[in-house]
């Protein structure tokens, strides 16, 4: 019994362990849930099937055309001609052609031979699904650099929070030694409710970072594709001690998916210019035509006897002149094309400017975490030092007012440039194309 007992207790324990742990998040799980979950992947898959259902349509286009039709006609009034005097007799006459029932069954086929347009549009199936499969790794990037923002979000706004408790601690502690001067008469009733001000203030701010907190875990839900009101719990712990380490490459803008997104563009643009000028290419196609035909002036024989017909036709059209009008739009085309080489090339340039931007901005913070780690560690030994001596009545309620804000702004600064450098490292991945890397390195 004792060990059904001890085995039970297991299995609950077991499964409460694993529910906390389904329920506890690393920053690489959270990407990995917004990529199974967030709405734009669905709908860049939606995209890449778009893109193999078009390739398919550009290639039908070249394979044989095939239809066949049926048509049962009941001539009710029959047209009537008339035959001049003298062809039938001395007078004129009025004579009905055809039959009051016809019966008419027809296959058609068509296979084109030639045609340079529709060639080029098989040749634009390749880099049109390219494009959508650049368009998913684009929207993939995004997801990763969305949500790795908002958990930094999160993360900064957990420890803000557990510095403020901190300070609202060690300012009761202060208060707590200063409640016993005023009643013994040693200091100023200003003196305590100065310092009780300072407490109020930091809990107001307290309640503001723990609003904070919860419109951060929102945002971060929503880019993670999880409902607002599932349960979300952080993991990672080692984003204070373990700061990231950036590995410096050389820029390449190739490396960039919007880069690879406008060349695709530009490639799909200039076959477009191809088609427009194989507008002037003569077209050959095959065409063949059989069927099968009754003739009858009563119903019962509308289905029986058919005759059958049949052709076989080659077609070559030559274009002659049409008003300019494939003229016009070439120059347009080129003109596009000519655009967007351009637009490129301000692109590469941009790109650059960029990357530059994010590795002076990378080397900023992370100087700036390094200086505000010693800050606060000096700022901490100042005020512990100054605390003490405060108790020893060698310092002023003044040093020790004093040496607390300087140990709460040194805080304050470090937190700051945390986010400022996590922030940055994503900049950069993203300004080196490398967000995938980075990703998968997690």
């Not at 409640?179 to 809990?203: A, C, F, H, M």
């Not at 210019?273 to 002036?297: E, F, I």
């Not at 790109?351 to 590795?359: D, E, G, I, T």
Request: hydrophobic share 35%.
């Amino acid at each position: 019994m004792k060990h059904k007992i001890a085995l039970s207790l297991f299995v609950l324990l077991a499964q409460a362990g694993w529910a906390q742990s389904t329920q506890s998040f690393r920053l690489k799980d959270c990407i990995d849930y917004g990529l199974q979950h967030y709405g734009t992947v669905r709908i860049a898959q939606n995209q890449v099937e778009n893109a193999n259902q078009q390739a398919r349509q550009a290639l039908g286009l070249y394979l044989p055309q095939v239809s066949a039709t049926g048509t049962f006609t009941d001539n009710i009034k029959l047209q009537t001609t008339l035959l001049p005097a003298g062809f039938a007799g001395p007078e004129p006459v009025r004579l009905a052609l055809g039959s009051k029932y016809q019966t008419n069954v027809n296959a058609q086929a068509t296979q084109t031979i030639y045609d340079k347009s529709l060639l080029l549009g098989i040749k634009a199936a390749k880099p049109n699904q390219q494009l959508a499969d650049l368009n998913t790794r684009q929207t993939r990037e995004d997801i990763i650099y969305n949500i790795a923002s908002n958990y930094y979000q999160v993360f900064i706004a957990q420890q803000q929070i557990a510095l403020l408790r901190d300070n609202l601690q060690r300012t009761q502690q202060v208060l707590n030694i200063l409640k016993l001067q005023r009643d013994n008469g040693v200091i100023q009733p200003v003196d305590y409710t100065r310092t009780e001000v300072s407490y109020n203030s930091t809990q107001s701010q307290l309640t503001l970072a723990e609003n904070d907190l919860n419109l951060a875990y929102n945002r971060l839900k929503y880019q993670m594709g999880l409902p607002a009101d599932q349960e979300l719990t952080l993991a990672d712990s080692t984003l204070l001690t373990q700061l990231p380490v950036i590995e410096q490459l050389p820029f390449e803008s190739r490396n960039l998916v919007s880069f690879q997104q406008a060349e695709t563009n530009l490639e799909l643009q200039r076959l477009q210019l191809q088609r427009v000028k194989a507008g002037y290419m003569p077209t050959v196609s095959l065409a063949a035509n059989y069927g099968s035909l009754v003739l009858a002036n009563e119903f019962s024989n509308s289905f029986k006897n058919f005759t059958g017909f049949g052709s076989f036709s080659l077609r070559v059209n030559i274009p002659i002149f049409d008003g300019f009008q494939r003229d016009a739009q070439i120059k347009q085309q080129r003109l596009t094309v000519l655009n967007q080489e351009e637009q490129q090339r301000l692109n590469v340039a941009a790109y650059r400017l960029q990357f530059n931007n994010a590795q002076s901005q990378i080397q900023r913070a992370q100087t700036n975490v390094l200086n505000g780690d010693r800050n606060v560690k000096l700022a901490q030994e100042v005020y512990n030092i100054t605390t003490l001596q405060y108790k020893q009545g060698v310092k002023s309620l003044t040093d020790l007012v004093n040496a607390d804000t300087s140990y709460r702004q040194a805080q304050s600064d470090y937190i700051n440039s945390l986010i400022n450098l996590y922030q940055a490292r994503l900049d950069l991945e993203q300004s080196k194309g490398t967000l995938l890397t980075f990703y998968n390195q997690l």
